[in-house]
């Protein structure tokens, strides 16, 4: 084989790391809107799931314009609160966008994006977005609470990473219908959160769900989930309850 | 190197296409890429992406290896056939999370982790670097081709046998279930890909005898 001088060799890699920096940024900057758009679209189509709405979305002939619509006909409404259950001036969805890094920050610092779901005016529900650890990565979730700001009428989850068909079955329909139904204060009004229990829970038992057996980590990370971002919205609630 | 034009499809150049799919198959023969073909054969669909991801990624990177090959050092050659490979795979994640968004999350880290698999090196290393293009470029998809076929067959049981399912449409009739069948949740799980996959080294083996090492 030929033999090439050290420069030749720092100007082939000269030219070659260029080309692909400029081809990659090109690349990354035409496609970007549209990446984005992805997980908007992802976003609004899981809050809709919560209420049970966004049925078609898998048929749907253009699947974007379908999510955009319900999200404009039956989220009314979408606010952001403040540990103390003070109004904010922020965009509940930008902050939703946000929600990883918001998790890291205190309780009492981070911002609570609500969303307000109503069909031709009648009873509305009220849908938050949680975010957590689970085994292998980030675990998220959503769920929608009845006008008593107590009862949960529908809880969706999902996952980065679990293990399939263990902790990844946080996603899947017999793991989240029993949340619905339950609800998160006790009589005394005080904050109880959803217990998620090893073993088989007690399907009248109004705090408790399933867990997965042989997926515990992952079922405790959803519970310290829901703990961690339900424990902001206590005082909005309240407040929200009495009225 | 003869000056004689050879036919496209030429005997040789078809072999290069061919052989990779049983006598040389990148998987049950040179065992190469074995990990990604446990990890995403749960399901066929990702496994079909990404067998076409994995095609796109060595057919282009090895013409590209195979244009250079003249201009490039040989002692940065291993960086040079990474930093090709490498690109690809940013290229080919970047258009799937663009358009194919919801296969790209069942993928997650898969498709980054093309750079990793050995096969795409090994081709570059072994073939792109001494052929020309035309040549180059069959190589790529026939081993490619090899893989895939590896991938779908496996993905096609353990869907089937795993979930019920195939391509997420249900085969198997709810009155089998209601007759007492359960879907096989070991199917889901890595180590019975691994079987799957050692179950058709044994059938490919069995019969051609000239595979079979002492």
């Known amino acids: ?243 | 190197m003869s000056t004689e034009k050879e036919p496209l499809l030429s005997p040789k150049n078809l072999k290069l296409l061919t052989e990779p799919l049983g006598k040389s198959n990148p998987i049950t023969v040179q065992v190469l890429g074995i990990c990604s073909a446990l990890a995403v054969t749960v399901k066929l669909k990702p496994s079909i992406v990404l067998a076409i991801s994995v095609m796109v990624v060595m057919a282009v990177s090895n013409v590209v290896i195979s244009l250079l090959r003249k201009s490039i050092p040989p002692r940065i050659r291993i960086i040079v056939q990474l930093v090709v490979i490498a690109t690809m795979v940013i290229l080919v994640d970047q258009v799937l999370k663009a358009y194919a968004y919801d296969v790209s999350k069942q993928l997650s880290v898969f498709v980054g982790l093309i750079i990793t698999n050995c096969i795409i090196m090994g081709r570059l290393e072994a073939f792109a670097l001494a052929n020309k293009p035309w040549a180059s470029l069959l190589d790529g998809l026939g081993n490619a081709a090899g893989y895939a076929v590896i991938l779908i067959i496996v993905a096609f049981f353990r869907e089937l046998l795993g979930s019920g399912t195939l391509l997420d449409i249900q085969v198997i009739p709810q009155a089998f279930y209601n007759a007492g069948y359960v879907n096989n949740g070991m199917m889901i799980l890595p180590p019975m890909a691994l079987v799957v996959v050692g179950v058709i080294i044994w059938v490919q083996r069995s019969r051609r005898k000239d595979l079979i090492e002492d």
């Open chain 1, 1 to 243: 084989m030929r033999s090439f001088s050290n420069t030749y060799i720092f100007v082939f890699s000269l030219i070659m790391v260029t080309i692909v920096a400029v081809l990659l940024s090109f690349v990354s900057t035409q496609l970007k809107p549209l990446q984005e758009m992805n997980v908007e679209i992802e976003k609004k189509q899981d809050v809709l799931r919560t209420v049970g709405r966004a049925e078609n979305a898998t048929e749907a002939a253009d699947k974007n314009t379908y999510i955009n619509e319900e999200f404009e006909q039956f989220i009314t409404a979408s606010y952001v609160v403040d540990f103390e259950g003070n109004m904010l001036e922020a965009d509940a969805f930008e902050v939703m966008l946000n929600l990883p890094a918001e998790i890291r920050l205190a309780r009492e610092e981070r911002n609570y994006p609500v969303f307000v779901y109503s069909e031709n005016d009648g009873p509305k529900k009220y849908v938050v977005p949680l975010q957590g650890k689970g085994l292998w990565g980030p675990i998220w979730g959503y769920i929608a609470f009845e006008e008593d700001m107590n009862t949960i009428s529908g809880a969706v989850f999902d996952h980065k990473g679990e293990t399939p068909g263990l902790g990844a079955e946080i996603n899947t329909g017999w793991f989240q219908e029993p949340f619905t139904g339950k609800t998160i204060f006790n009589e005394a009004g005080e904050f109880v959160s959803i217990e998620v229990v090893k073993g088989g829970a007690d399907p009248s038992h109004k705090h408790q769900v399933d867990a997965i057996s042989g997926g515990t980590i992952t079922s405790k990370g959803l519970e310290e989930m829901i703990i961690d971002c339900m424990t902001g919205y206590v005082a909005h609630f309240k407040e929200l309850a009495n009225n």
